[in-house]
């Protein structure tokens, strides 16, 4: 996906512009490796709250758009609105049912409609104001449909062991922060901001995917610190040498590292009774 900039970052530019550029060569295919790595994950968890014929779905942050044709193709829903801030790794592969929309979800007039369902998926970690956003977000979604939100918690915690996998992963944490607003610190807030939200059935899950040799994940995390190195080496935490280490380190069969996960969080808005309408 591509998204504004959030937190203190620099606002003369998009999120895509300031680290993740999409014109770069290999961007489409960095998108596609995260979703290889969590995406039938999504798919059952969004099949598992029915997502099915008859709805109509926004994918917000739709990145090179899996969710969006696998919502149309697997989950047989009716119709999929594609929302990014650019939208060149949609346009070109068109599916029926399938409508894509460049806009910027941070806007105040973004207002597509209602969906049974409005999917995001590593888009309110990069946002600011990520709790006006859930606010926002859940009014898009139709009485009786669900909102659900993916984003990504890291696992380097204090007590990991020093490598440069964990050196890695820590300055790029920092890095994106300092320079596009990134912040992961309020992941695991969701469930209690879909509450406070108005939605009720909150719940939650956390998905680890391993790192073996060459997985999707393995291959997407070392492009993401090549795209990010100068981001990385800013903050004094990791050199050159250590990412080089560890993007090596991602292709050892050795490797017992823990990739950040992916925290899902929903919630589903209440049913209207004839009450809401008055009288």
């Known amino acids: 996906m591509n998204t504004a900039p959030g937190g203190d970052a620099p606002r003369d530019g998009s999120y895509g512009e300031a680290v993740f550029r ?20 999504t798919m059952a968890r969004l099949r598992a709250l029915g997502a099915g014929p008859g709805w109509h779905c926004l994918d917000v942050g739709a990145g090179t758009g899996t969710v969006s ?5 697997e989950a047989g829903v009716a119709s999929v609105l594609a929302v990014d801030r650019d939208v060149r790794f949609l ?13 910027d979800i941070t806007a105040p007039d973004f207002d597509p409609g209602r969906y049974r369902l409005v999917h ?25 449909g669900v909102l659900v939100l993916s984003d ?26 300092d320079t596009i607003g990134t912040d992961i610190s309020w992941v695991p807030r969701y469930p209690e901001l879909l509450r406070a939200a108005g939605l009720a059935s909150v ?35 990791a050199d050159g040498p250590t990412i080089d280490a560890a993007i090596r380190y991602l292709d050892r069969p050795e490797c017992a590292a823990l990739s950040p996960g992916m925290l899902t969080a929903w919630g589903r808005k209440p049913e209207e009774t004839p009450d809401d309408h008055g009288p």
């Open 120 to 144: 995001a998926r590593f888009v309110l970690m990069h946002l600011p104001d990520r709790q006006r956003m859930i606010g926002a977000l859940a009014e898009l979604v139709a009485p009786g």
């Open 152 to 177: 990504a918690i890291d696992l380097t915690t204090a007590a990991a062991p020093v490598t440069p996998y964990t050196q890695v992963m820590r300055a790029m944490w920092r890095g994106l922060r």
């Open 69 to 73: 044709r696998r919502l149309l193709d």
């Open 203 to 237: 719940a939650a899950e956390i998905h680890v995917p391993p790192l073996l040799p060459g997985s999707p994940i393995s291959r997407f995390w070392a492009d993401t610190w090549e795209r990010a190195r100068d981001a990385i080496t800013a903050t004094g935490l």
């Open 91 to 103: 346009t070109g592969r068109p599916a029926p049912g399938l409508s894509v929309l460049e806009a």
């Open 22 to 41: 999409p014109e770069q060569a290999g961007e489409g295919d960095r998108i596609d490796f995260g979703a290889l790595a969590y995406d039938d994950i």
